[in-house]
């Protein structure tokens, strides 16, 4: 039998207590300038540069962050952070070294006033050559460090400053999850999804999603930061992204119709978002075949260019093909019920094979083009924007009436008979076709559809 003596026992509690108990840390954005991180969290230490000048963030680190994120790292020059993990001990101010400045973006611009540093090595010292010119922006900087094998992403010390100093103006728009607002950080517009405490977990996989490695397209939202905001009396979860002031697809089709340049290239930049997220890129720096899970009108935006970008990664999952595994426990019949593939209604889904997401994605995608082919205008000639399957179910279906139209009666959205007098239209058609077939294996790859829209050629002549 073996007992404790008393000096042992009192190490154990000892060491028991500094791993688990709270801390106190010293908080810049925070009631009395103090924070108390939960059980098994740490005090944050960070500086970067804004403006010009060195600016500190102290605050606590949950135990999420802690686990799955790099807060704890300095980036390799950007900025200096650390973790600690006893009472204030976040109280010193760091400073960043002079090679570490390379250059600063214009002040007034959104894109523009974060530091250019990160492709220096930290070990230069600062001269004139090596200073970034002003121009580089927060876009770049986002894509360079995201190429650049930095991560994936702005460093989180970065993100939670940009979320902080955001000024909401006005909600633009609510889903699944919490609220949608337009905010304004340093004069530009900026997408705010802010999600309930109680969905911190949708909150922590979209963000974690966006900044998968190699995910950035310019056929996916941009994805800026993500905070997490104690206030005090709950925890504030945001997510922040590029705005788009037409809003999503739904919003547009709603209130515009599209010429077949336009809807052409709407579809053409739906495709390629999803063949992107839907590839595998193999490497060090690549990127794991990802399926959406929710593709419908309402979770695409339209750019003001008229391209469009896909958004809502909340349901994604990711494939590691490694070990042939998807990275979530899966809850089937996740999406919204009227963009469900077949296979999803009557539950013959494989969910063995990561194939088949990527193929219930395809069918959801046929749906969306049809509400965008109904509203290219021909000669004056369009329909009124309709959602799939408007003719058979009411609103907000249940999976049973669904499973009724999409897998008994096989019925699917009918394709108007005007659309074979327009070349553009009928391979609209025909993809829709093709991707909406009960037989997922039969159904045509996001790349296949990408090609053959890339390959409709828009006879100009023709009056819209
Ligand atoms: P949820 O997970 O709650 O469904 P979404 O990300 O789909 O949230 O956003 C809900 C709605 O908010 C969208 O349908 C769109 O109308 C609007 N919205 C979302 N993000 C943006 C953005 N970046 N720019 C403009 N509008 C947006
Ligand atoms: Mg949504």
Excluded at 2 to 29: G, I, P
Aim: glycine content about 6%.
């Amino acid at each position: 039998m073996s007992y404790l003596r008393c000096s042992e026992a009192a190490l154990l509690l000892f060491t028991f207590v500094q791993l688990t108990a709270a801390l106190k840390c010293v908080c810049h954005l925070c009631v009395n300038h103090t924070c108390e991180t939960e059980a098994e969290g740490a005090c944050w230490n960070s500086v970067m540069l804004i403006n010009g000048k060195e600016e500190a963030v102290k605050s606590c680190v949950s135990p999420s962050e802690l686990k799955g994120q790099v807060f704890c790292y300095s980036s390799r020059n950007v900025s200096k952070r650390n973790c600690c993990f006893t009472d204030f001990c976040n109280n010193e101010t760091l400073h960043l070294s002079p090679g570490v400045i390379l250059g600063i973006c214009a002040v007034q611009n959104l894109w523009c006033n974060l530091i250019k540093a990160h492709k220096q090595d930290p070990e230069e010292s600062l001269d004139d050559q090596t200073l970034v010119s002003t121009d580089k922006c927060l876009k770049e900087l986002i894509y360079d460090m995201n190429t650049s094998g930095s991560g994936s992403g702005l460093p989180l010390l970065v993100q939670r400053t940009i979320a902080r100093t955001i000024v909401l103006q006005e909600s633009i728009g609510k889903g699944r999850f919490g609220e949608v607002w337009r905010g304004k950080w340093s004069g530009e517009d900026v997408a705010v999804k802010i999600f309930s405490s109680r969905d911190e977990r949708s909150w922590f996989r979209e963000a974690e999603i966006y900044q998968t490695i190699m995910l950035r397209h310019e056929n996916i939202l941009g994805f800026i930061a993500a905070d997490n905001k104690d206030n005090g009396s709950w925890t504030q979860l945001w997510l922040v992204s590029e705005y788009h002031e037409h809003g999503s697809l739904f919003d547009y089709l709603n209130r515009y119709t599209v010429s077949v340049e336009g809807m052409i290239v709407l579809a053409l930049s739906i495709a390629s978002g999803i063949a992107h997220l839907h590839m595998e890129i193999i490497g060090t720096q690549g990127k794991p075949a990802i399926a959406h899970r929710d593709i419908k009108s309402k979770n695409i935006l339209v750019k003001k260019n008229g391209t469009a970008v896909i958004a809502d990664l909340g349901l994604a999952v990711k494939h590691d093909s490694n070990t042939n595994t998807i990275d979530i426990p899966i809850n089937h019949r996740v999406g919204t019920k009227r963009y469900m593939a077949p296979e999803i209604l009557d539950d013959s889904i494989n969910m063995s094979s990561f194939e088949s997401f990527k193929r219930a994605d395809i069918y959801s995608m046929g749906l969306v083009f049809w509400e965008l082919a109904r509203r290219c205008s021909i000669q004056g000639i369009y329909e009124d924007f309709q959602l799939p399957y408007y003719e058979q179910v009411q609103s907000d279906p249940s999976v049973d009436d669904m499973r009724k139209v999409v897998c008994e009666q096989k019925l699917r959205p009918s394709i108007p008979n005007q659309w074979q007098s327009c070349e553009a239209l009928r391979v609209m058609g025909k993809i829709m076709r093709e991707c909406w077939y009960a037989n997922p294996a039969a159904r045509l790859t996001a790349l296949r559809v990408k090609k053959t829209v890339s390959q409709v050629t828009v006879v100009k002549d023709v009056k819209e």
